[in-house]
Nanobody, 126 residues
Framework: QVQLVESGGGLVQTGGSLRLSCAAS????????VGWFRQAPGKEREFVAA????????YYAEFLKGRFTISRDHAKNTVYLEMDNLKVEDTAVYYC???????????????????WGPGTQVTVSS
């Protein structure tokens, strides 16, 4: 497993932007697919986006409608989630997770990921 730490969350107004970062403790992160999930109060954790090890393939939840962009920087062992045109319903704790299996996949299923960060709070105000 690899240790992950999210950062970049905060309070933003509707229509604003934030960039979340997911920093890994080991260079091995560059060989894993990474996903972003979120969990709002009283709701189940839901898939947001995922990126493969090389960054050549991405997968997004349909409800995002192009507002978020996932990317990665191997030199910094970091995966990013750029969030634009934020809405109140985007308020949640955002988690990044690594799929350390050797299966080539971009999964929207939380149980397919076995290394998780502690999360970062994103609050969007109206």
């Amino acid at each position: 497993q690899v240790q992950l730490v999210e950062s970049g969350g905060g309070l933003v107004q509707t229509g604003g932007s934030l960039r979340l970062s997911c920093a890994a403790s080991e260079r091995a992160i560059t060989t894993y697919a990474v996903g972003w999930f979120r969990q709002a109060p009283g709701k189940e954790r839901e898939f947001v986006a995922a990126i493969n090890w090389s960054g050549s393939n991405t997968y997004y939840a349909e409800f995002l409608k192009g507002r978020f962009t996932i990317s990665r920087d191997h030199a910094k062992n970091t995966v990013y989630l750029e969030m634009d045109n934020l809405k109140v319903e985007d308020t949640a704790v955002y988690y990044c997770a690594a799929d350390t299996s050797w299966v080539q996949r971009l999964s929207p299923i939380a149980s397919d990921y076995n290394s998780w960060g502690p999360g970062t709070q994103v609050t969007v105000s109206s």
